[in-house]
């Protein structure tokens, strides 16, 4: 079974850096990019970045450029969303999703992650 | 970036009736690269329909895509009670992505 298994629910304060995970099983996990997408509380979906493990080759969008990191362990067939400074508006789940290409659909999703910041 | 503007924001109707759901973009998506997501609440998005018009694995045939350009369209032929959800266009015309905000399914 094809799956994308995220790391747990993260309670953290502003200036605080913390790193989430994805790892993807059931298929050939170095040839499929893997994305991130943000939903802030009540909100919408919210496309961040993708990553091709691969080669680790990394397109971000351009509000969020600058503001998170996102890499790849492809040994253990990992992908990383990271932070160095959170604040109080990177509150929100957080999903990964596997696509096709570099131009694709979401095919698979992860359970998501949910990230507080909060003093 | 391409913004994806969806329609109506909620739909009220009852299961057995049919749902039409719009999804615009600003401008014209290259090669239908439009999908369709639903999400129920506290899950994961699902995908349905990627490339404009193609189900994905698993999607009953009462969900169907079509459009071009900059207007597409989301069509539930038959409302079933699972079906009440949150749909979302996704345009990946370019690698940067962009989600419309969203069409909330609700029941009459």
């Keep these: ?38 939903q802030m509380p009540g909100k919408g979906l ?29 040994s253990i067939n990992t992908a990383n969303l990271q ?14 999703a596997r696509l096709p ?13 949910m990230v507080t910041v909060s003093s | 970036e391409v913004v994806l503007t969806q329609s109506p924001g909620t739909l009220s109707l009852s299961p057995g009736e049919r749902a039409t759901l719009s999804c615009r973009a600003s401008e014209s998506v290259s090669s239908s690269y439009l999908a369709w997501y639903q999400q129920k609440p506290g899950q994961a998005p699902r995908l349905l329909i990627y490339d ?20 597409f369209t989301l069509t539930i032929r038959r409302l079933e009670p699972e079906d009440f959800a949150v749909y ?6 370019s690698s940067l992505g962009t989600f419309g905000q969203g069409t909330k399914v609700e029941i009459k």
Excluded: H
Excluded at chain 2, 88 to 93: F, H, K, R
């Design chain 1, 1 to 38: 079974e094809v799956q994308l298994v995220q790391s747990g629910a993260e309670v953290k304060k502003p200036g605080e850096s913390l790193k989430i995970s994805c790892k993807g099983s059931g298929y050939s996990f170095s040839n499929y990019w893997i994305g991130w997408v943000r």
């Design chain 1, 46 to 74: 919210e496309w961040m970045g993708i990553i091709y493990p691969r080669d680790s080759e990394t397109r971000y969008s351009p509000a969020l450029q600058g503001q998170v990191t996102i890499s790849v362990d492809k």
């Design chain 1, 83 to 96: 932070w160095t400074s959170l604040k109080a508006s990177d509150t929100a789940m957080y999903y990964c």
């Design chain 1, 101 to 113: 290409g570099v131009v694709g659909a979401f095919d698979v999703w992860g359970q998501g992650t």
């Design chain 2, 52 to 71: 404009t018009s193609t189900r994905a694995t698993g999607i009953p045939d009462r969900f169907s895509g079509s459009g071009s350009g900059p207007d």
């Design chain 2, 88 to 93: 979302y266009c996704q345009q990946y015309a």
